[in-house]
């Protein structure tokens, strides 16, 4: 795990290699085992620079250090990730006829790329995002994985282009002061949107898709991106249900086999959840003997607390448990830290958690973690994504099995019947009908504490975005819905919480549901076998973890996950966050009067209180230590 970075200039000014120094050092914390850059004369003129820093987790040895050239000399690659399959790749390469020097999986990704080009991509079983450059072809070719597990930010012009694992790291090299992305502040402020596409809170810089490359050529600039992996949702299994679950819990216990391969100690963040417990127990069937250290957020109000359950797959495993408590102090103490680690404003508190259990096992010398992240949007969450569920179902005209499932779904904890309903009736809505619904949820897409004209003569679209469904997504709702949260509407913005917080202590965090193989196994199944007739969740998941993980947490019906007394840590913080949000700084778009009379509304029980409170927190604290410097 790593921080990569680099830039071309067609015409170089005399401080370029000392930003470069200033943005390795940005990035210290990714890689604080080694750093390193190197120049390289193009010859259409001008220069490109790539960059390095290293936690070395995989051949600890020198033969890791990046830029790493190719043996025929032809290419050069930096790489932030890990390829968990490298060993395989690795004697089939060596069959090939290719010689190695080190035993670093980057080696194995750079032959790779040599044999067979952009084809190794659907080979690479692991999270990367790389650069490579091709000295014959003069372009550097930048590739990031399937999910978007590791970050990649770049921004270019006709005569440069730069790119970084983090935005810090880019400002450093890019000339200007920062400046909003006025759009994606609005989406985050009011819609509560953000990391869903190519658009930062930065303008001018944006995110590399997750499974896309991007190709630049150097001297002219020109660039040309692809999509080399999108998931295919059609119906392609004919497994019965009991075979597909078989066939899944060997995919599984295969992927946490190869997540397992380190050369430093390793433990597993546990919620007490399905998810996080499934990868525990899964580890302790495969290592019988090995030591495994759990790491665990757990909340001080019982209400939201799942030590019970931490404490069942602990005792289960017989796992080294180690447990964070925190209180809102702590949370003010560390806010403008976690702000800062993230780089870009994020969602809500839980985000503290998650930043408390990295620093709990940095603190307990672990350096690799195994995570949960990506089975709600692989299996269908814990309620089940009920408006595309039914509305496969409409597509089907099967009325029958519409009332039927909504009458299981709502038996279910935290469900009912009238909420079933009503996300059928917005899954079946677009338009203007759409937003009416949502107006009438109180959900407004100008609020009061927003100017609209400020806004609207900046070209930002106030309006919630389209839902047009995608051509293969009639039968296929539920399918076609968890395609969006693995790309677009969640799961990027959960991968970058967890790359942000556990890089920012120099941890690994690794995410064995998210393999293309899974992924793609799992979205060719029936919508039924992920989420039951009768309202069951993760059922196939549930089926194939029987005789790993214990009875009563598969049979669980409830979920909390990292949540936070997020209400009374605002409550008993409410003066400190008056001040912040009543701090003199120039943001004409927002209306300060405003937005302080709805805040007070609130801690006076005058309005619902929501997670738009952390979004203006958030926001204006990020904008004071990352923008208005």
Known sequence: MCGIVGSWFSVPDRNVELRMSNALLAMRHRGPDDQGYEGFELEPGGKLYLGHTRLSI??????????????????????????????????????????????????????????????????????????????????????????????????????????ASEVSALNCIREGKPELDLQQTYDYLVQAVYDSGERTFFRDVR???????LTVQLGSGLTSQENWWKPDISQRSSLSFADAAEHLRSLFLDSVRLHLRSDVPLGAALSGGLDSSAVVCAMRCL??????????????????????????????????????????????????????????????????????????????????????????????GYHGYPGPRLHSLVDRRDYIGVLRFLKSWSKW???????????????????????????????????????????????????????????????????????????????????????????????????????????????SLPEQHLVADNGESKSIFRAAMRGIVPDRI??????????????????????TIRGWLGSDIELPFLDQKALLKEFDQIIGGRRPFGWQVWRWINFYRWYQLRINT
């Open 554 to 575: 598969l049979d669980r019906k409830d979920k909390i996950g990292f949540a936070t007394p997020e209400r009374e840590w605002f409550f008993g913080m409410s003066d």
């Open 207 to 213: 995110h590399l898709r997750p499974g896309h490359l």
């Open 287 to 380: 290592e019988p003997e090995a030591t495994i250290n759990t790491f665990s957020y757990i909340a001080a109000d019982s209400a939201v607390s799942e030590e019970m359950w931490v404490d069942d797959v602990c005792s289960y495993v017989g796992s080294r448990a180690y447990k964070v408590r925190v209180t809102s102090e702590e949370l003010v103490r560390d806010l403008d830290d976690m702000i800062v680690a993230q780089g870009e404003p994020f969602g809500s508190t839980s985000i503290y958690a998650q930043y408390r259990v990295f620093k709990l096992a940095r603190e307990n010398g672990v350096t690799v973690t195994l995570d949960g992240q990506g089975a709600d949007e692989l299996l269908g």
């Open 413 to 523: 904890p935290g469900r009912t019947w009238r909420g079933g309903a009503a996300r059928l009736v917005g899954e079946l809505t677009d338009g203007a009908l759409h937003d009416v619904l949502r107006n009438l949820a109180g959900q407004r897409s100008a609020p009061d504490w927003i100017n609209t004209q400020v806004l609207r003569e900046a070209g930002v679209k106030l309006e919630w975005p389209s839902r047009t469904g995608s051509s293969d997504a009639e039968r296929r709702r539920m399918m076609s819905a968890l395609r969006d949260a693995l790309t677009v509407k969640g799961l990027p913005a959960l991968l970058r919480h967890a790359d942000r917080n556990s890089m920012h202590f120099s941890v690994e965090s690794r995410v064995p549901f998210l393999t293309i193989e899974m992924a793609e196994f799992l979205l």
């Open 58 to 163: 995989i051949d600890l040895s020198s033969g890791g250090h990046q830029p790493m050239p190719s043996i025929d000399g032809r290419y050069s690659i930096v790489f932030n990730g890990e390829i968990y399959n490298y060993r395989e790749l690795r004697r089939e390469l060596l069959a090939a006829g290719y010689v190695f020097r080190s035993d670093s999986d980057t080696e194995v990704l750079l032959v790779a790329w040599r044999h067979w080009g952009a084809d190794c991509l659907p080979r690479l079983v692991g999270m990367f995002a790389f650069v490579i450059f091709d000295r014959l072809q003069q372009t550097i070719t930048c590739v990031r994985d399937a999910f978007g597990i590791k970050p990649f930010f770049y921004c270019c012009t006709q005569n440069s282009f730069a790119f």
